[in-house]
Every structure is written in structure tokens, then in C-alpha cells.
Nanobody, 115 residues
Framework: QVQFVESGGGLVQPGGSLRLSCAAS????????MGWYRQAPGKQRELVAR???????NYADSVKGRFTISRDNVQNTVYLQMNSLKPDDTAVYYCNANPPIPRKWGQGTQVTVSS
């Protein structure tokens, strides 16, 4: 049974960068696609980036060109490199399979973009 633990969030100024990590307690090798999601206060959780087992990626229009998702199937880790951060990126960020496994949401990691 895989579990996901997110880390790497924090407070950053607009234009700054953060790298999020998602450590899986089990193997993600067999999960065909992994995703990073975020939920801002008062808003629904949304898919930010997705990566298949073969390394194909997709991004929400709002982060395209600024965020990069990657995965390491040996280390069972998924990463999200976030550059040129904006205040609108402020949210709790989660990782999960894509489509998500309903009972496998972790605690998430808070990202706050503010001057």
C-alpha cells in the first residue's frame, strides 16, 4: 500500500523558486501516472502537473513554462520544480496518482508566495 509524503514548501517572495518532493512509502513503478495537485483557500483542489511512467508531462496552463515535474522510480520520489512563483501559486500542494487514489491524500506541503 503506497503512501505519499510531501515536503519542500515554504514562504518565498514573488519570482522565487521552490522544489517540492513527494516520497512514496511503496513503489511508484507500477503507477502509470503521478500528479502534483494544489488547493488554495476557498478553492477546489486542482491538478497542476502530471507525469507518466514514460516521462511524458502535462501542465495546467497557469504553471506552464514555470513548473517542471519529474519522477525517480528507483527512489520512489516525484519532484516539482517551481520557478517564477506568483502570489496566485499560494496553496497546499499534494501529490497522488493521476487519476488520484481517493484514500491516499497526504498532509500536503504549504507554499506561500508573498513579499
Amino acid at each position: 500500500q503506497v503512501q505519499f509524503v510531501e515536503s519542500g514548501g515554504g514562504l518565498v517572495q514573488p519570482g522565487g523558486s521552490l522544489r517540492l518532493s513527494c516520497a512514496a512509502s511503496g513503489s511508484i513503478f507500477s503507477i502509470s501516472a503521478m500528479g502534483w495537485y494544489r488547493q488554495a483557500p476557498g478553492k477546489q483542489r486542482e491538478l497542476v502537473a502530471r507525469i507518466t511512467g514514460g516521462g511524458s508531462t502535462n501542465y495546467a496552463d497557469s504553471v506552464k513554462g514555470r513548473f517542471t515535474i519529474s519522477r525517480d522510480n528507483v527512489q520512489n520520489t516525484v519532484y516539482l520544480q517551481m520557478n517564477s512563483l506568483k502570489p496566485d501559486d499560494t496553496a497546499v500542494y499534494y501529490c497522488n496518482a493521476n487519476p488520484p487514489i481517493p484514500r491516499k491524500w497526504g498532509q500536503g506541503t504549504q507554499v506561500t508566495v508573498s513579499s
